[in-house]
């Protein structure tokens, strides 16, 4: 069965959607359905996460993301092992799949509850995180994670 | 020990059954998973870095109202036997207790309990905002958090991605962190075996159902917690309403289910919970198991009116203090297996005769 959408590739979801009391059946692509991921509610697989984790176990990771979190340095092995991330910059490290991934295991990609705006940091909290970024800088040097070690000193040139 | 006086109500106000629907319906709960930005997640974070978090949610707290009157536990600090008592009271986490094997106590694992709320730090996520009541209350539950979760953010900056939303450990938890629970007694829908019908309905509204103590825990006296499945893609307020919807239909088909069984199987219910009640008034030994599946059979018989002269808060205490823990405490020694069976059937048979001596069908 072709997309209801783009009638190019192959349907693989398949929505049921009430909307004033009438029942709606579509069939999407994956491309389509995630374009659409907002506004559709796509019924939820029991264990979405193992499901997807046992599937990413299965695949090699893609060359864009065999690398690790800059800043905490998680792989994409240590996520499939625990399935945590280690710190929120990994969301942004590993971008492209964690959009897909949360698209499985939510329905949708993106946050549609409140908005939030961190307070400016204190001097107090900013010396804190400078230590802290000074901190991994120094390690990250000592092993030699030299790709590492520009980031952090970018961040730390920003912050001061 | 722990001086659990100190705590406002024990920390379980929510037991004294005043919410509404206090007959079906435990308690509510709400929880915030948040972290603070600049520190790697608790999982991979170094002891420093938890303490350092720890310290900065303390000093953010001093000046929150809603939490002016707090107390607050180190719980990497304290003993075996003091935390599992916090897990039995809900109080805190299996994993912030340090009781699940996968995930050993961790320096900087705290709790600050306020009046019906508490904040975790160092579970999974950095900060598990935790917000309580009594009977069927999620908007009441959800707001007094809400408040509270704004407060702290204004003065820590939580980790937020404009798309993700609150960044959390697991992805299971990102966008607005919230999950929202409610405990309720289902013994009807259990008899009548509408419960599968019941339970795979809600998988397909997106919700789901645990036991007594949430994630990982078994069904146990008819006791079902049912909460929302995703935490991104709605607004918090979305996924409230819509939990608080489904359960409203959840406990009319209780209700329902409760009349069928009256009218259909009239004496063969009203034998079988007198037998629960007698089992629970008289036995020397009783297994926890046991305990809450006869404890559920009284409290039916309570919501049916057989049984007069006995509240429900006195069945909510059962449930709370016949764990194994709380007997422990109450006895001033650890105790074994056979010893816990034994003052768990004292206990309950104790208060029986206290609290209902008059009971009568």
Request: contains cysteine; aromatic residues 6%.
């Amino acid at each position: 069965m072709l997309c209801d959408q783009c009638g190019e590739r192959d349907a693989s979801v398949h929505l049921t959607t009430i909307v004033d009391n009438e029942v709606r059946q579509q069939h999407l692509c994956e491309k389509c359905a995630a374009e659409r991921g907002v506004e559709t509610t796509v019924a939820v697989p029991k264990h979405p996460l193992s499901v997807f984790l046992h599937e990413a176990q299965q695949q090699a990771a893609p060359s864009t993301e065999s690398g690790k979190c800059t800043i905490c340095g998680t792989t994409m092995g240590d996520f499939r092992s625990t399935g945590r991330w280690g710190c929120s910059h990994c969301y942004t490290a590993f971008e492209p799949s964690m959009r897909e991934l949360l698209r499985r295991v939510h329905g949708h990609a993106k946050h549609a509850g409140r908005p939030y705006e961190p307070p400016p940091p204190t001097l107090d909290e900013r010396s804190t995180i400078l230590g802290e970024l000074k901190d991994r800088l120094r390690r990250a040097i000592e092993n030699e994670q030299f790709e590492v070690a520009a980031d952090l000193r970018d961040k730390i040139r920003v912050m001061e | 020990m722990i001086d659990l006086t100190l705590l406002p109500d024990g920390g379980i106000r929510w037991l004294d059954a005043s919410g509404p629907r206090g007959d079906i319906v435990l308690s509510t709960r709400v929880r915030l998973a948040r972290n603070v930005e600049g520190f790697a997640f608790t999982g991979r974070a170094r002891d420093g870095e938890r303490l350092r978090v720890l310290s900065q949610v303390r000093g953010a707290l001093g000046g929150i109202e809603a939490m002016r009157d707090h107390v607050s536990f180190r719980v990497d600090e304290l003993a075996l036997l003091d935390r599992t008592l916090l897990h039995e009271r809900h109080l805190v986490s299996k994993e912030l207790a340090g009781l699940d094997s996968q995930h050993p106590l961790r320096s900087g694992a705290a709790v600050f309990l306020g009046d019906s709320l508490g904040i975790m730090v160092n579970e999974e996520d950095h900060l598990r905002l935790q917000s309580m009541r009594s009977g069927f209350a999620l908007s009441q539950a959800h707001s007094a958090l809400d408040r509270i979760d704004r407060a702290l953010g204004d003065r820590l900056p939580y980790s937020y991605h404009p798309d993700f939303g609150f960044l959390t450990a697991c992805p299971t938890n990102v966008g607005t962190g919230l999950r929202a629970s409610v405990l309720i007694h289902l013994p009807g829908l259990v008899l009548t075996k509408e419960i599968t019908k019941v339970l795979a309905g809600l998988q397909q509204m997106g919700l789901t159902y645990r036991g007594l103590y949430g994630e990982g825990s078994e069904v146990v006296g008819n006791f079902f917690q049912i909460s929302n499945q995703t935490t991104l893609g709605s607004a918090e307020e979305e996924l409230v309403s819509k939990l608080h919807g489904v359960v409203a239909y959840v406990i009319e088909r209780e209700e329902e289910a409760r009349k069928v069984l009256l009218r259909d199987a009239g004496y063969i219910i009203e034998d079988k919970l007198w037998r629960a009640y007698g089992t629970l008034r008289y036995a020397r030994s009783l297994t926890f198991d046991e305990a809450m599946n006869y404890l559920s059979g009284v409290r039916l018989a309570v919501g049916l009116k057989l049984v007069n002269g006995l509240s429900v808060y006195t069945l909510n205490k059962l449930l709370i203090f016949s764990q194994a823990a709380h007997l422990a405490y109450a006895e001033g020694r650890s105790l074994s297996e056979t010893e816990t069976n034994l003052a768990r059937a004292r206990f309950v048979r104790t208060t029986l005769e206290r609290e209902s001596g008059t009971a009568v069908g």
